[in-house]
């Protein structure tokens, strides 16, 4: 690997650029849709521990090896690993991983998308005053009717797929990065004005309470797995949407520091989040557990019924769609890398083809809160199976694999010179980390899950 090569597609203007666009790759649905509900739906605080050791042992280690593999390679992660496998003399098999990537982010974008479109639609349903003093029944019903409509949600999920394509397609500087520039301080401001609204409503301890204090006895095998597939999905690693921007990072950026900084921006905008949602939930009288809803049924009765509501909520959904915006070019921007590079397609070329594919596989979810309802596939419908599998099992299976790349196959000469870690301790913390313990951590978490442990 040559260390003038520059990645054809262009690359960050600075290491704030490229932290700000792996921040936003991570912060998005994951953390402001998904992190409230699976934690509703698994019981609070206990969830919520295992979650954050799964960041900091899996999550971190992990980011830091596919930075590190995307920067060496340069490439979209497919060419990036063909390459590092023949640098490193490795057996050819290992091509698998990067194409596991790329159908893990096409699953993704597909039902991303969807629930992003949804958002959309409820920031159009804000600005026309359709929450304006409306109580939890009348919300309920408003959710049901948009969601049991299959042609609402195609046109918001093809809207919210055209504007990803239209990011996607102005390249690394003029798409990519100018977005995030005003996206992710907007969602922050947003967030923390959200929070300061829960800590008015009476339910503001019970809230945090539900969050904070652990409750072991509530934490069950799926619940160890759901939390680890969380650390993953939250931080957008196992599927090299992160080797991908890393392949773009200029080469005297230290990965180690921007690790920690994504992960722990990414982390605090869960806990916002949670602590934002929860007591809205409890003043309302709604459940937790509430699902893939929760939001949707939360946050339009606050915005309903309070002073400035109607602007606060146009604002919070409008957030909600950035966020996911930031999430699903990332989501994309590796198979888009790679028609570029391999078929030498043009950008506009690349976007349309797999933009086009994302958005029929979108359909599969759309259906499955309508028509295709009934429909279960081991107990699971087409959107719930499409999550489970994505986000449980081909995330922390590509995490594995990345680990177990950078730690055992790639030369340590080479990892240590592009990690440029300030110590050679702390790179050593690191390679046993990925050596070691973040593999054996999946494999145990999968164990368990199976029942052999
Ligand atoms: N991290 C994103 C979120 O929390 O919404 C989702 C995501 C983006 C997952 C990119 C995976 C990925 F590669």
């Known amino acids: 690997m040559t260390d003038t090569k520059k990645s054809i597609h262009g690359e960050w203007s600075s290491r704030f650029a490229f932290i700000l666009a792996a921040a936003g790759s991570a912060v998005g649905l994951g953390n402001i849709w998904k992190f409230p509900y699976i934690t509703g739906e698994n019981g609070g605080g206990a969830f919520v521990l295992v979650y954050l050791a799964c960041v900091l042992l899996i999550g971190i280690p992990i980011m830091m090896a596919e930075t590190m593999l995307g920067r060496r390679g340069k490439q979209s992660p497919i060419n990036t690993i063909n390459a590092l496998v023949e640098e490193a003399g490795a057996d050819k098999s290992w091509h698998y991983l990067g194409w596991m990537g790329v159908i893990a982010g096409f699953l993704i974008l597909s039902y991303y998308s969807v629930i992003a479109g949804w958002a959309s639609a409820y920031a159009f ?30 046109f918001w999920h093809s809207l919210f797929m055209v504007a990803t394509m239209l990011v996607v397609v102005r390249g690394v500087n003029k798409g990519l990065e100018k977005a995030v520039y005003f996206l992710m301080p907007a969602l922050f401001i947003l967030l923390i004005l959200l929070v300061g609204y829960a800590m008015t409503t009476d339910n503001y301890y019970q809230g945090i309470k539900f ?53 722990g921006t990414d982390t605090v905008a869960a806990l916002l989040a949670g602590i934002a949602i929860f007591p809205i939930v409890f003043a309302n009288g709604l459940e937790p557990s509430g699902g893939p809803s929760l939001i949707f049924q939360a946050l339009p009765i606050a915005f309903g019924n309070m002073t400035g509501g109607w602007l606060f909520g146009v604002l919070f959904f409008v957030m909600l769609v950035f966020a996911a915006l930031k999430s699903s070019i990332s989501l994309i921007e590796p198979a888009v890398a790679w028609l570029v590079e391999h078929k030498g397609m043009n950008r506009e070329k690349a976007c349309i083809w797999s933009g086009l594919a994302a958005w029929l596989l979108g359909f599969g979810t759309i259906f499955s809160f309508n028509i295709w309802s009934g429909f279960k596939i081991f107990d699971r419908t087409i959107f719930q199976l499409l999550d489970y599998l994505t986000a449980n099992l081909m995330l922390p299976i590509g995490g594995f694999f990345i680990a177990v790349f950078a730690g055992w196959i790639i030369k340590q000469q080479h ?4 990690l440029q870690m300030p110590d050679a301790q702390s790179y050593q913390v690191w390679r046993f980390l990925v050596r070691y313990v973040s593999p054996a951590a999946v494999f145990f978490i999968f164990l368990h899950v199976v029942g052999v442990l």
């Open 211 to 263: 969050l904070f204090s652990p409750d072991f006895s509530k934490l069950t095998g799926d619940s160890v797995l759901i939390a680890m597939g969380q650390a993953f999905f939250t931080l957008s690693i196992g599927m090299g949407a992160i080797m991908v921007y890393g392949a773009y990072l200029p080469k005297d950026v230290s990965i180690a520091k921007t690790a920690f900084l994504i992960a």
């Open 415 to 418: 990892s240590e010179q592009e």
């Open 125 to 154: 349903k804000a600005f026309i005053g359709s929450f304006v003093n409306a109580d939890a029944t009348e919300i309920r019903e408003i959710f049901d009717d948009f969601i049991a409509s299959p042609m609402q949600l195609i």
